[in-house]
């Protein structure tokens, strides 16, 4: 990651962890020295309705959505969401998409966010124990042990 | 100071707290809702009052004070406080005041994309526009510098993308040997009669005239070396999609766009070949610099809708008028499964009412698969709309109409349409109902005055519906859990649609949501 600019989004529904998500994704590569941005919408968004976020990583980052035809990273929290960014993805574009995770192994469903992000961090440039960290704050303690577990299995999980 | 990563609104209470504001007072609508809850939990005195025009003047009377004050708000809540802010540039502040108002292009979650731009230039009073969550910080901080020193009210004006967009922030040491409250009395400046508003007028205009020098050589205002060929005028957010869309132009970046530093930005579009301007919503800075002689262009009118991002700005820069892609639409919000608003739309729709609506989570209820409410404008606008349509409709159309509110919304400007429904007594009646949710849901779960919690969670006075309507002279009242006893409040409804009486309904059942997320326990619906 030099002077390119690393996009991530990341799509599902409202209540499905999205913002948690992102929110942990920024923190960890803050925490590595390099400029995050992240553009999310609240609001109504929230009643189960469609929603995404972007990250975006780089030594520097002006606009803080993700210009179309430059996702590098399109996570999925729930198949049926692609279309809706189909039109924004590059052939370039990894998409990482929920069926990648044995969900039979997954010991809380809702925990699925962070298997993605497991799943992600193979992708990209900072050591699980940054990972585990940021989880660690940004959650309260008694989910610590589900989400490190969902974390380790989403990193063990074969590519897409 | 070390870095930090924040969330514009999470930066602006920052900023207010090291800039020793003594007192945030607002009205929740997002984006702005975090701010105060932020302010809040890092130690500054906050408050959630019952609606815009009352948080403004509770700012405007801290800062009479003689400390710094600040007031939180959608655009549309600026209509409600905007009484306030056009009379308060005149009589100016002891203090600090500063409005912290958010835009939505694009509206992501709004009922309508109106410019606060328009405002301070009506008013009066300077506006600032950071385009991150560094100037978020740095220009709270300014505002309330430039409030101090002219005794002005300042605008912060903020935007979806800003107020919800995360970057990196350096803070800086917090403001010390700031004033402590003390009241000095000076009737001509804070007495606002005709004799002393005359001259008010002119100190105003006075004080404009300075700041706008002061912008053109100190202001924040950012000026980026490039390209002769291509030179971009800019504000807000837009300025970081400019930067990424137009690499190598030039850049002048409006960070005060009222009073605009008009001098430096003819002579930045004259010292390139071709001039353009970038901003979100209306083309304010397009039109002033065109105004002022400026040879420039400005984006065609098809973006003026919604927001920009880097792509928009590129084709802006192309001149590119061929019609965009319209992205496929995804799956919309909806009340959640268990929302206590979904019986009662149900029952109106049951019973083919002509439903005047509100705003709110309830809101949804308009959508399919109910399509249950058949007006919605502002909040408040329930009650006068269902008076107005049953003052005229046919008789058996005007009984079937019945206005419907929620709490929040009806502490925020609906005891008006109360007391207009009890004044101006339609020939049929009315019938009123108030979803009592004990919340505020559609911005995030605020208290307010209908809930007995201050904001930080603390008791306090509760407002009584039942009692206040009775007050106002309404002869049926009741009180119904709709989903404890939806037969009782069924009657209720089919009794009052057919008694051609002023009626109001409450119908109380706390929102799943907050019941989950604080433990509010459903309130007796005794009283
Ligand atoms: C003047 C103005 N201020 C704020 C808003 C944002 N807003 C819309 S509805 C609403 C309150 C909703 O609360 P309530 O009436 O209790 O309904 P609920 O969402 O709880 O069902 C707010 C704050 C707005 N649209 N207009
Ligand atoms: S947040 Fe509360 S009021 Fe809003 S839809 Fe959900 S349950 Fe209903």
Redesign the pocket.
Known sequence: MTDKVTSIKIAGLGGMGVLTSTQILAEVFFRQGLDVKKAEVHGMSQRGGSICSDVRIGQKVFSPMIPAGTIGYLILFQDDQFPLYEADCSPQTVIIRPSAIDAEKLENKKTLNMAMLGLLSRHLDAPTEAWLEVIHEVLPEKLHQVNDAAFELGRQSAGE | MERKFLMGNEAVALGALHAGAARGAG????PS?EILDVFNKLGGSAEWSP??KVAAEVALGVSFAGVRAFTT??H??L??ASDVLFTAAYSGVDGALVFIVADDPGLAS??NEQDTRRYAVAAGVPLLEPSDSQEAYEFTRLAFEVSERWKIPVILKLTTRVCHSGTIVTPRPADTGLATAHFERNIPYHVMVPGHARPAHRRLRQKLAEIAEWNETEGPNQKVEGSEELGILVSGVAYQHAREAGPDASFFKAGMSYPLPMRSMLEFAASVKRAVVIEENDPYMADALRAAGGIIESAPEMYRFGELDVGRVKRILAHDTSPEAVPPRGKPPQLCAGCP?TITFELLKKHNCIVAG??????LAALLPLAAMDTQI??GASLGVGIGLRHVLPRDEAKRVVSV??????V??GLTGLAEMTYNVPPTGHVLLI?D?S?????GQ?E?PGTGRLLDQSPTNRLDYEKVVRAMNVPNVGTFDPIKQPAEFEAALVEALEKEELTVLIVRRP?ILAVARKGVKPASTQG
């Open positions: 009205y929740p609508g997002t809702s609606n815009e708000m959608k549309v809540g209509n409600v709004s009922q608003h509100d705003i709110g989570c309830y809101t502002c909040m509110i929620g709490d929040s919304t009806f925020h400007s979803l949710n919340t505020t849901a559609m911005t605020q307010h929102c």
